[in-house]
């Protein structure tokens, strides 16, 4: 192993040399399934890129992630693309290998591998980071509590609302989508509970670039619910900052989602949509619970140039106003086509679809690590007892 791939050498991040030599950049590589992309990886992905100076990550293709866990929810291609836009990713490497080679990390100039500290095994129940740990070429980051996505998938084959009622004292389960798949309303499962996600401003300064436009930056203003953060977010995003300098993402509120959307949406809650709004390279800045009208001072106080939206349908505020109609008279209103049909509706149809076989992952995932866990325990209880 070269002097560079110690992940024990405390000065690998260093900004300089102590005796005025040029820094040699340091490497860092990441990998996984990235499968619905959230701000639990983009977490991850930002602690890693903190460890050095390029940010490698290695997505691996459908055909390994079904040998090992199952179907994922995203073909490989949607993956590429949703990795390659996080904002601190610097290169993605398609096909990666499940698991993490010595020779993979060579063959990238990579001085050491990252990962979380949730345990992650291949169908045969191997730490598929057991060679880079052996070779001291492996660092760990806390994993984010309260997201996954397996409590993703959970979420969408139970359909309540629990994932958006946090804090309340009492919550009703509601019955409308769950019982319409034959699932118990009521029914509790790990992968399936309240999201244990606690927001805090410290977390949403570490995924701000805290920059603010600059005076003659043409401003971008685009609202919406942007649940399950997705390509179509992400392509139309990349087409509204051609029509700018600095987006702005206007997040709507729960209830409000709820209101126009209907059913049991949004997915995920405001704090969670609001970190996985934050993580992606074409925002700059996110408004929390944002007005579903957009309003004069709203354009004023952010010098808004342009207002854009997609090509869902727009619903009327109280089923009479058009929420964009201050900007149209305005002559800022645009209508942006992305090219991608990909909508939150449609990432839900194809959980439904494929419900038995997206139950059978979730419940062999589980398994699976319940298994690792209790014998990476057993492991340290006999390191002790050594």
Partial sequence: MSERGSANNLNLNSKENDDGREKKEVRVWCDGCYD??????????????????????????????????????????????????????????????????????????????????????????????????????????????????????????????????????????????????????TAKSPWTGCSQFLPTTQKIIQFSDGKSPKPNDRIVYVAGAFDLFHVGHLDFLEKA???????????????????????NYPIMNLHER?????????????VIGAPYCVTEDLIDHFSVNVVCHGQTPIALENGIMDPYAIPKTKGIFMLIDSENTMTTEKIVERIISHRLDFERRNE???KKEVEAYEAYQKSKLAQKAG
């Avoid at 609001?274 to 996110?286: H, I, P, Q, W």
Wanted: some cysteine; aromatic content about 8%; charged content about 25%.
């Fill in 36 to 185: 619905m992309v959230h701000f639990g990886h983009a977490n991850s992905l930002r602690q890693a890129k903190a460890l050095g100076d390029t940010l490698i990550v290695g997505v691996h293709t459908d055909e390994e992630i079904t040998l090992h866990k199952g179907p994922p929810v995203f073909t490989q291609e949607e993956r590429y693309k949703m990795v390659r836009g996080i904002k601190w990713v610097d290169e993605v490497i398609e096909g990666a290998p499940y698991v993490t080679t010595l020779e993979t990390l060579d063959e990238y100039d990579c001085d050491f591998c990252v990962h979380g500290d949730d345990l992650t095994t291949t169908a045969d129940g191997i730490d598929t980071y057991h060679l880079v740990k052996t070779a001291n070429r492996y660092q760990e980051v806390k994993r984010t509590a309260g997201v996954s996505t397996t409590d993703l998938v959970g979420r969408m084959l139970l359909l309540t609302k629990n994932h958006f009622h946090q804090g309340s004292k009492e919550y009703s389960i509601e019955k409308e989508g769950s019982s319409n798949m034959g699932q118990d309303s």
């Fill in 241 to 263: 900052k051609q029509h700018g300098d600095y987006i702005i993402v206007g997040l709507h509120t729960d209830p409000v989602v709820n209101e126009y959307k209907g059913s």
């Fill in 274 to 286: 609001v970190l996985s709004v934050l993580a992606c390279k074409y925002v700059n800045e996110v």
């Fill in 364 to 366: 062999k995932k589980e």
